[in-house]
């Protein structure tokens, strides 16, 4: 299993940034997918960015392109997520997620992850 422990988030004004971060422990392989979800509460699971830790392919959500970058540092197991020009639209539990990177590439489909951090509340005011 892998366990996935997110931080970072925070009550900003809108136009602020923030760097969320995930440190990722437990049975860790080279070769996986890491990605960046959102949620608010009433609606579906949002994917907002994915990396493959060996190919460093990525895919970002149209709301993300832009202003948001995923990154991967493996040798400290962490996966970060820095959100520049940020909207009260942003606003929502950001969830990292871990999961097979068989393919090479990663989709932005949670149904590809199988593991699942508790998450870290972004808020936006405008």
Known sequence: AVHLVESGGDS???GAALKLSCVASGNIWPGACWG???????KEREGVAVIHDD???????????ARFTIS?????????????SLTPEDTAMYICASGSGSSGYC??????????GQGTQVTVSS
């Open 72 to 84: 991967a540092d493996m040798a400290k197991n962490t996966i970060y997520l820095e959100m520049l």
């Open 12 to 14: 900003v004004q809108a």
């Open 107 to 116: 989709r932005l489909d949670s149904l590809d992850f199988g593991y699942w």
């Open 55 to 65: 190919t460093a392919r990525i895919s970002y959500a149209d709301s993300a392109k």
């Open 36 to 42: 960046w979800f959102r949620q608010v509460p009433g």
